[in-house]
């Protein structure tokens, strides 16, 4: 596996979820001894709504949503077993995994 790297992101709307998610896969990847950095917190991308609260009679009267999507990046440099630790692990349902070898 020399010269191979693999880049994982995590996302998500809880940002303990996205957490939890960054240590088990940093404590899996510590575990077959392969080097590794992370998880580095990226921007936090804000999502702003807003929503008139009645049509037609209060039109100054709105309503204001915010969804935030919390995201952390960790590239690793595996050793043999690496790739298969991390896909035994169970990560919570809140949080998006996308996994790429480069």
Do not use: C, W
Request: aromatic share 4%; hydrophobic share 40%; charged share 30%.
């Amino acid at each position: 596996m020399a010269d191979q790297k693999i880049r994982v992101r995590l996302r998500g709307f809880d940002i303990e979820l996205v957490d939890k998610a960054a240590k088990s896969i940093v404590n899996a990847v510590k575990k077959t001894g392969a080097k590794f950095s992370g998880p580095i917190p990226l921007p936090t991308k804000i999502n702003r709504y807003t929503v008139l609260r009645s049509v037609n009679i209060n039109i100054k009267s709105r309503e204001q949503f915010e969804m935030r999507t919390h995201k952390r990046l960790i590239d690793i440099e595996p050793v043999d077993g690496t790739l298969e630790a991390m896909m035994k692990l169970e990560l919570a349902a809140g949080v998006d995994v996308d996994i790429k070898q480069y």
